[in-house]
Structure formats: C-alpha cells, structure tokens
C-alpha cells in the first residue's frame, strides 16, 4: 500500500525566503494596480471622448492585449525588447508587463461605467461652465468607478494571481521562491500547498482592502 508522508515543517521552516516573496508580490501587485488603473482610466477617455485617431489606436492596444496570453506578453517585454536595444531587469519587465496588461481590461470596465451615464449628467456638468476634461473627471468618472467597482476589484485580484507566472524570468516573488525551496527539500507537494494557501489569503485581503478603500477614496460614500 502506498503511504504518503507530509513534511509541511520542511517548507515552513523557510519563512523568511516566503515571506520575501510575499512582500514581492504585493510590492508588485500595489504599482500595477495604481499604474494599470490609471492607465486604463486614461484609455477609457480617449475611447469614448477623445479624438477619432486616439481611440482607434487605443481600442488596438486593448484588443492585442485582450486576446494574448499574459505569459507571452511578459516574456515579448523580457525577451524580445533586448534585440531591439531595450533590456529590462526581470522585476521592470514584470511591473510593466502587469500594467500594460490591467490597463487593457480596466479600459473596458471603466468604458462600460462611462457609458452608462446619464447625458443629462454629462449635459448639467457642461451648462455649469465646466470643461469637457472636468466634466469627465469629476462628474462622469466617480459614478462611474463605483458601478463597475467590483468588476475592477476582481480583475486586480486576477492579475495579482497572474504575478506567479513572473518567477518565469526570475522575477523573486512568491512562486519563485516556492521553486527554490522545493528544491532545496525535494517536498514539492507540501511547498505548493502552502503557496496555494498564501495566494488564497492574498487574494481575500487584497479583495476586502479595495472594497473598502473605493468607497472612501475613489469616488465617495
């Protein structure tokens, strides 16, 4: 009969390397979720109130980066930059990777809550001498972020996730880190085990802290 013996001391007598790799991922995770948000704000603009040529070329980007895997677009910054003279540390291609990646979704989302404002809204916000900038900023966008809030949260939540795939280039976060310890103790089962979990608790923390920190400070009660 087979018997299988669980060592998880093994794995967690490495705290110190998993928690390195913690602070790397929310490290990372905290620049993408500003940087990406921002930049999916930005092409929310140009696709609904820009000019006709800015929102076609954003509506490519969205496009190529929606329909690629994130893997080939990390390794596209890592790998291919450097022959055309561009070369990248591993933790500058993973942020950027990240933020062009979120940028794209969050685009759309933002696009969907922009889209479904009032023009009576948009209309009250002109008639009070306010600029078509500020009537974007300050009376389409709050509203907007707060009905597709959730939306938003869960795809920072999926592209904090999808940081694991940056151990590929020998980003040092917390799946890197799972490598080299089942490495060094050949207990891969037990190490991934425990990454599994403190993924899991990643992702339920980082989706309570959003949810409420965009009631607060994004765009009100």
Known sequence: MLSLSLDFAAVLVEWPLLLRG??????????????????GVACAWARTWGPRPLGMLVSAYVELIRNTPFIVQLFFLFFGLPSLGLRLSPEAASVLAMVINLGAYAAEIVRAG?????KGQIEAGLSLALSRTQVFLRVVLP????RVWPAMVSQI????????????????ELSYYANLIQSRNFRAFEAYIVVTALYLALAVGLRALLRWVGPRFLFGR
């Open 157 to 172: 939540v999926i592209v904090m996730l999808g940081s694991a795939v940056c151990g590929q280039i020998a980003t040092q």
């Open 114 to 118: 922009v889209q479904a404002t009032p």
């Open 22 to 39: 913690i602070g790397a991922t929310v490290v990372l995770t905290a620049i993408a979720a500003v940087a990406g948000m921002a930049l």
């Open 143 to 146: 509203p907007s972020l707060s």
